[in-house]
């Protein structure tokens, strides 16, 4: 994405300590401060026969019963509100939301980060809010959540019909503040109750070293803005150690800028060849970005990407790139299979629509949406065999690259 463009929610959400992400447009924004009026005396659009609406708004004005006596009323607006609110959920996806004034005002402070949260990325996986990652080192981390868990509660409220934002906003909170949340985690007898100390989230980004075996390990935590710097800061470290074997660690990534992904392809690919493709389903012409050339490693080079279900958004687009070109192995277990593209849309001043307009597609045109990545070698990871911190998926890369 471009920086100003493409911001995914996912890296705010990262920050907020809930997840997903996703890109962004910015949209042309719709001065109609009188959008209620506009509304009621509009005419009915496309042939849709818009007389069921206003009878259900007439049954409803003429005969709801509050169950207090306290005076009771809903302005025209909140109809309104509620009334796009529902058009948006007909849609039937969960990154597309409409949010009222309140909430735009939430979903704002959302972007700038200016809050504590717990360090976990959230997004919806079959119709249940999942976890697509726990950062390193945050409270969620600390505290055990891992990628797939599912969340089944956010203090006393259910959470299994709530969206993401929703979410986000009972999430995040005053740093220092407890927010007790309740997961399910899939082969565990009963939900798991954690009570999590919120916090400045403070990203990582990447981490190296080199393996007694002479194989070079890159862990990335996310494509932030000074990602691409670091990851060519950590290559250049790679290029002098002399090794020619290369792990890039892509587990529990949940993403962020396509910018970054973008730049970090162009290392082992040439100029002009397709990263990722944005496809608007028929809407218009798909997009198709593109490696910027840097290609400085040759065939001799022996790489491998580690991914699991935490693995997501730009992650997938770098590995999906890389894999289709067989320049790199993919091994562990199935990405989430985030690649969806959010534009945010200015409905009045005070409210916007955040709409789904495109999603991503690999180089050959798969859909990350649909299935995520399955690896070339998969690994699965149990309690067994990562006693004493063993790394299961790490140790079956080096066999495989020392092999190779």
Do not use: C
């Not at 818009?50 to 509050?66: E, R």
């Not at 203090?155 to 986000?168: F, N, P, R, Y």
């Not at 932030?224 to 290029?239: C, D, E, Q, V, W």
């Not at 970005?289 to 065939?299: M, V």
């Amino acid at each position: 994405m471009k920086n100003e463009r493409y911001i995914q929610v996912l890296i705010s959400i990262l920050i907020a300590g809930a997840l997903f992400t996703m890109g962004f447009y910015a949209g042309k924004k719709v001065s109609s401060e009188n959008v209620a009026t506009q509304f009621l005396n509009a005419t009915s659009s496309k042939s849709v026969d818009m007389a069921p609406f206003w009878k259900a708004w007439q049954i409803l004005d003429n005969k709801f019963a509050p169950a207090s006596t306290t005076t009771f009323a809903v302005s025209n607006k909140d109809k309104l509100w509620g009334a796009i609110e529902g058009l948006a959920g007909s849609y039937n996806d969960p990154y597309t939301v409409f949010f009222p004034p309140v909430e735009a005002k939430n979903f704002e402070e959302e972007i700038s980060g200016s809050f504590g949260g717990v360090g976990m990325e959230i997004a919806i996986k079959d119709n249940f809010l999942t976890v697509v990652a726990p950062l390193k080192s945050t409270p969620a981390d600390k505290a055990g959540v891992l990628a797939g868990d599912k969340i089944l509660m956010i203090g006393k409220v259910s959470a299994l019909k709530m969206t993401v934002d929703e979410a986000v906003k009972k999430i995040r909170g005053k740093p220092g503040t407890p927010v007790v949340i309740t997961f399910g985690r899939k082969g565990a007898k009963k939900p798991l109750v954690k009570t999590l100390i919120r916090a400045n989230i403070d990203i990582p980004t990447i981490k190296t070293k080199l393996l007694p075996s002479n194989v070079f390990v890159i862990e990335l935590y996310s494509f932030s803005a000074p990602s691409p710097n670091l990851f060519r800061g950590a290559l250049r470290k790679f290029i002098k150690s002399g090794s020619d074997k290369l792990v890039l660690d892509l587990r529990n990534n949940p993403g962020g800028y396509l910018e970054a992904a973008l730049d970090m392809a162009s290392w082992f690919l040439p100029t002009g060849k397709t990263v990722v493709i944005e496809d608007f389903g028929g809407k218009k012409e798909p997009k198709i970005y593109r490696s910027k050339g840097y290609n400085i490693f040759t065939n001799k080079l022996k790489f491998v990407i580690l991914v699991n279900g935490g693995s997501a958004s730009a992650s997938e687009i770098l590995a999906g790139a890389l894999r289709e070109y067989n320049k790199a192995t993919l091994i562990g277990s199935k990405t989430f299979g985030k690649g969806s593209v959010q534009e945010l849309v200015p409905v009045t001043s005070n409210t916007s629509l955040k709409v789904t307009v495109a999603h991503w597609l690999t180089p050959f045109g798969n859909s990350i949406s649909h299935n995520g990545l399955t690896p070339d070698i998969k690994v699965k990871v149990t309690a067994e065999n990562t006693k004493g911190g063993k790394d299961p998926v790490l140790e079956r890369a080096v066999k495989y690259l020392i092999k190779k």
